[in-house]
């Protein structure tokens, strides 16, 4: 008997409805495109995003018969290449369906692509804009806002602290930077503190000793690091060499998570806090199943990146109940969707199409505390923190 003849013999036999899964016709392909720096300034991006991708993917296929195909497509970390590939990879492979853990120029210029070509497109890069005056109907974002990270870190910390009145802010001279210090000033406003200084530097800077001193000379309570990345990596360094971490507490605001903490070691972060878009060690059963796919990709637990490019892609599944990739109907099913993700419920708005989700404050370990060289810290608080609809500046068109 030939395999088809056997299969249709068998549709009409109780036998098919013992054995769904295996009798099960596989859904068509669906072309999904991963457009994240594989190469260039942030080319270490892409590779812990994709695994959190291809983990996503697994599950949909074993669990919703979601066949979705894998694109790679490298941004290069700049935003024409990251339109220019966006468009080759819609006409070759017929994508429709894109995510990306991009820069936020990327970002911005990729959401205004995806419109023009009648995509979705989904990123956790980190500019307000995204979901605020440049916002599209066709872009979603999974990462708070600078108000989200503020309100995140210096609030507990406010509360832990109470007594430090006094703080010293170290600002990246850019729109994000901006963004956060201005943020910073209003919760400690709000909260009967006062930032003595602050020292802005440029986004090439690699020698923090001058700013380092001036924070120094003004005595605070506390230093609020708002640069981030390699950035915030080495002034943190050079802070705890300059010996700041015995004279105040540090605050980082936005880190990068798991990757730049084994980075800096136990030795440089011990008493320091750090806000987080993710931790692996988040205890509920959906994360401990996301961290324990991740181990037949990585030996390392899943970081920010990973995190991201799993909930992008579970975003996107959200708004499919079938095979079928009809932007306008994915994209009005995926509004209003709660989804229980990695960091807790994660639900998209319909207004501005933020994916609202935790933000983690994390105080990290001494060396003799730790279980593993991952457990770096504990998670000291949870927030989510986002404007209100009256305050967004999302307008879709």
């Not at 994240?36 to 993917?57: H, N, Q, R, W, Y």
Request: contains cysteine; aromatic residues 8%.
């Amino acid at each position: 008997m030939k395999r088809r003849s056997f299969i249709k013999g068998l549709a009409g036999t109780a036998y098919v409805a013992a054995m769904p899964t295996i009798v099960r016709a596989q859904s068509q392909k669906i072309p999904f495109a991963h457009i994240t720096p594989f190469s260039g300034a942030l080319a270490e991006l892409g590779p812990d995003t994709e695994i959190g991708c291809k983990v996503a993917i697994e599950q949909l296929r074993k669990q919703r018969n979601l066949n979705f195909e894998y694109i790679r497509v490298d941004s290069e970390s700049n935003p024409s290449v990251a339109v220019r590939k966006m468009q080759e990879a819609a006409s070759s492979s017929g994508a429709r369906l894109f995510v990306g853990a991009n820069l936020s120029s990327e970002a911005l210029a990729l959401g205004k692509e995806a419109r023009n070509i009648g995509a979705i497109y989904v990123t956790s890069a980190g500019a307000d804009e995204i979901t605020g005056k440049d916002c599209t109907k066709s872009m979603f974002r999974w990462a708070v806002p600078t108000r989200g990270a503020v309100d995140g870190t210096i609030k507990p910390l406010m509360k832990l602290i109470p007594n430090a009145k006094r703080w010293y802010a170290i600002t990246p001279k850019y729109v994000f930077g901006d963004a956060l210090l201005r943020n910073t000033e209003r919760v400690l406003k709000a909260g009967g503190a006062e930032l003595v200084g602050n020292s802005y530097h440029s986004l090439t800077e690699k020698e923090f000793s001058g700013y380092l001193v001036n924070a120094a000379a003004a005595n605070p309570d506390v230093l609020v690091l708002h640069n981030f990345s390699a950035q915030g990596a080495a002034c943190l360094r050079q802070a705890v060499s300059f010996g700041l971490k015995s004279k105040m507490k540090i605050v980082m605001v936005w880190s990068a998570g798991l990757d730049q903490l084994l980075s800096l070691g136990p030795d440089n972060l011990e008493g320091i806090y750090v806000g987080a878009q993710y931790w692996h060690t988040r205890d509920d059963a959906t994360n401990r199943a996301f961290v324990a796919a991740c181990a037949s990709h990585t030996k390392a637990p899943p970081n920010n990146n990973t995190a991201a490019g799993y909930a992008m892609t579970m975003a996107i599944a959200a708004g499919m109940t079938s095979d079928k990739v009809d932007i306008p109907q994915i994209i009005q099913r995926m509004e209003g969707k709660t989804i229980n993700g990695v960091t807790g419920p994660e639900t998209i708005r319909p207004f501005d199409h933020e994916i609202t989700k935790s933000y983690f404050l994390l105080k990290c370990k001494p060396k003799a505390s730790m279980a593993n060289q991952y457990d770096l810290a504990d998670i000291v608080e949870t927030s989510s923190s986002y404007p209100a609809q009256s305050e967004s500046l999302c307008k879709f068109a």
